[in-house]
């Protein structure tokens, strides 16, 4: 009879025992994934802090560009460069167009890269800076075109965009100063060769192609002299 007793109790305290192990088992395994998720966001956080990091040392920024949504996600690094405020969310095309030079239509070429099923791409921009002079910065921008979603049929762009200011800058110094070199030469009365090191043509002015009478195929840097030399309507004066 006792038995019977206790039999109904010692049940009760079987399942509260269940319950209250089944919370706590709940809770520690609420706190542990808590703290997982956590240790997870600080990791993320410091992927991120350490990537910009090393973009904006490096003068790139990353891009993701949604072609069916018109919205671009750049790297903070990007708005860096241009010394501009970091948008809140994804960036509206109609928003990056106020960025691009007026001359760089940066959406035609992505869509005549869908349209003609061309994945890679490699383009140069330009975009304005945000400074006391409203620079513009030169970007070279190299990805590919990937199409997610679904039905995989929609078209983003992945893609990372380098600074190359500098060097464009130098390169169009450079090429004004040949330009400016190449003017004084022609400028000069009687006629005007220079060859390199291993005879090799560098430059001629006007008057020596008018006196040879050399196809101006020939006359290119890094034609040999023996080359123009064998072309030339009479002999050559101004040797190597």
């Known amino acids: 009879?006792?038995?019977?007793?206790?039999?109904?109790?010692s049940v009760g305290n079987l399942i509260a025992v269940l319950l209250l192990g089944g919370l706590i088992g709940a809770l520690i395994v609420y706190v542990a994934i808590h703290r997982r998720n956590e240790a997870l966001l600080r990791s993320a956080l410091e992927l991120r802090d350490g990537t910009e990091m090393l973009l904006n040392d490096g003068g790139a920024a990353l891009l993701y560009w949604n072609l069916t949504?018109?919205?671009l996600c750049w790297s903070r690094s990007f708005f860096t460069m241009l010394n501009r405020k970091v948008p809140n969310g994804p960036m509206p095309y109609r928003a990056m167009r106020e960025l691009l030079h007026p001359q760089d239509d940066?959406?035609?070429?992505?869509d005549y890269h869908i349209r003609n099923n061309i994945e890679e791409i490699?383009?140069?921009t330009r975009m304005r800076a945000n400074d006391e002079h409203d620079g513009w910065r030169w970007f070279d921008i190299r990805g590919r075109i990937r199409h997610t979603g679904a039905t995989q049929k929609v078209p983003v762009l992945v893609a990372v965009a380098v600074d190359?200011?500098?060097e464009r800058q130098q390169e169009i110094e450079?090429?004004?100063?040949?330009?400016?070199?190449?003017?004084?030469?022609?400028?000069i009365s009687e006629a005007f060769v220079l060859w390199d090191s291993e005879d090799r043509l560098v430059i001629c002015n006007r008057k020596f192609k008018a006196i040879y009478k050399i196809p101006a195929r020939l006359l290119v840097p890094g034609t040999s002299y023996t080359d123009i030399a064998n072309a030339a309507r009479e002999a050559?004066?101004?040797g190597p």
Request: net charge negative; hydrophobic share 50%.
């Open 164 to 166: 190359v200011t500098s």
């Open 236 to 238: 050559l004066l101004q």
């Open 106 to 110: 940066l959406y035609r070429i992505v």
């Open 1 to 9: 009879m006792a038995a019977e007793i206790m039999m109904p109790n």
């Open 69 to 71: 949504k018109g919205e």
């Open 122 to 124: 490699c383009v140069t």
């Open 174 to 187: 450079n090429a004004d100063t040949a330009a400016r070199l190449r003017d004084s030469i022609d400028a």
